[in-house]
């Protein structure tokens, strides 16, 4: 259990009479409490030490600490006090890195005749056990190459706060395994990435992704034509969260992006604003955070896992709980803003502009910071490194769920 400072339904229009007061305000309040995840972690090496050799079974080896903060990340938004079980295995095996899960219960028979199971993490979380966990050791699978992630991957520093710039030319590690941690969680499945049933369910069972998962057109995965129709996420939270029924990574077998099918998020096309989410199939652009979006959530909160209510403090732009060097960032990135910020831009007195006067809020409420100190409003030129464009792109990430996905027999 965490203390955090909740103040709770603080609007968006707020007067600056209004804020004052809600500055005052910004003091611990002893006794209360939210949940958020906790995890036990199985760290599993290769015959070959991948990870001893690297020094990456050090619990403090900034390895484990970036994983550890990446599904922080997602336990801050999940009301649960469960802990899940992790393995973080080595494996040369794979192209990147990887994530899966266990099955837990039997949810029930799709109209296809498939047996419909839910993800083992959210079986633990809504019944405090995971049947596959006990069959299999684990309720989430992490796998990663050692070679692909030293040469690729930019390990922040300071994994709790993620200020430090990522480099320029490497992925975030901990937006790398948030990714994965979301196929984990629930994200993964039983479709075919073969010719014959391209696109299909592969055998009897699926998973409650699977089971939220369509195609558009004549609803079949491919058209008349043998080209692929489009594929979209049914759930409502995520379908309010988007404007509509949110488009999955769904391209003809063989073309670029197909190893992305079926459970990830966006067409790719750059039309429907989803190829940023922490969960797109698009790319892991380098020298960038990926965000864990609103989207991206309504995906997990469809399948039913218990989602925490994030209350709205002025100064926490990221929405955990906390005001520090993390939300630092975020202003510093929407620095500059003059219309339509929200308050994961920066925009901490709600008057849809990020300036000086946000940062303010933001220092006022950070007494906890080590930055506030030395800290001053940093002029524009002075965060524009935070701002410059990616050079490179590379491109996502993972074996694909299907190769890592552990049907009720294995
Ligand atoms: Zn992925």
Redesign the pocket.
């Known amino acids: 259990m965490k203390r955090i400072l909740r103040i709770i339904g603080i609007g968006r229009k707020q007067s600056l009479t209004g804020l004052a007061a809600w500055l005052i305000l910004l003091i611990p309040l002893t006794g209360l409490t939210y949940s958020a995840l906790s995890f036990n972690f199985q760290y599993i090496d290769d015959p070959t030490g991948g990870f001893a050799s690297r020094g990456w079974l050090n619990s403090s080896s900034l390895f484990q600490t970036n994983i550890l903060a990446a599904l922080n990340e997602w336990g801050e938004r999940i009301d649960s006090n469960e802990t899940i079980v992790v393995d973080v295995v080595s494996d040369f095996g794979i192209a990147r890195a990887?994530?899966t899960f266990t099955f837990g219960r039997f949810l029930g028979t799709a109209p296809g005749g498939e047996a419909i199971w839910e993800p083992g993490p959210l079986t633990r979380i809504l019944t405090g056990n995971n049947p596959g966990e006990s069959s299999f050791g684990f309720d989430v699978k992490l796998s990663f190459n050692p070679t692909f992630v030293e040469n690729t991957y930019w390990f922040d520093p300071q994994p709790e706060l993620r200020i430090d710039p990522v480099q320029s030319n490497k992925g975030d590690l901990i937006s790398v395994v948030m990714?994965?941690f979301?196929?984990g969680l629930g994200?993964a499945g039983n479709r075919s990435f073969s010719a014959g049933n391209y696109g299909q369910i592969n055998g009897s069972f699926m998973s409650l992704y699977d089971s939220l998962t369509y195609f558009g057109g004549n609803g079949n995965p491919l058209a008349p034509g043998g080209s692929p129709n489009p594929m979209f996420f049914s759930g409502p939270v995520a379908a309010a969260a988007h404007g509509s029924d949110v488009p999955v990574t769904f391209v003809a077998q063989g073309a670029f992006l197909a190893s992305?099918n079926f459970?990830?998020l966006s067409t790719c096309q750059g039309t429907d604003g989803l190829d940023g989410s922490l969960?797109n199939?698009c790319a892991i652009p380098n020298g960038e955070r990926i965000p864990l979006t609103d989207v991206d959530l309504a995906i997990f909160e469809d399948q039913g896992y218990p989602m925490a209510a994030v209350p709205i403090i002025p100064g926490d732009f990221n929405g955990d709980g906390l005001i520090n060097g993390a939300d630092l960032a975020l202003w510093e990135i929407g620095y500059g803003t003059t219309s339509g910020a929200v308050a994961m831009d920066g925009d901490a007195d709600f008057d849809e502009d990020v300036d000086g006067a946000d940062f303010l809020i933001w220092q006022e409420g950070s007494t906890a910071s080590p930055f506030v100190a030395a800290a001053s409003v940093p002029e524009p030129s002075t965060i524009a490194h935070v701002a410059i464009g990616i050079a490179c792109v590379q491109f996502?990430?993972?074996v694909s769920?299907r190769t890592g996905f552990r049907g009720p027999n294995g």
């Open positions: 990887g994530g990714h994965e979301g196929h994200m992305q459970y990830h969960m199939g996502c990430c993972h769920p």
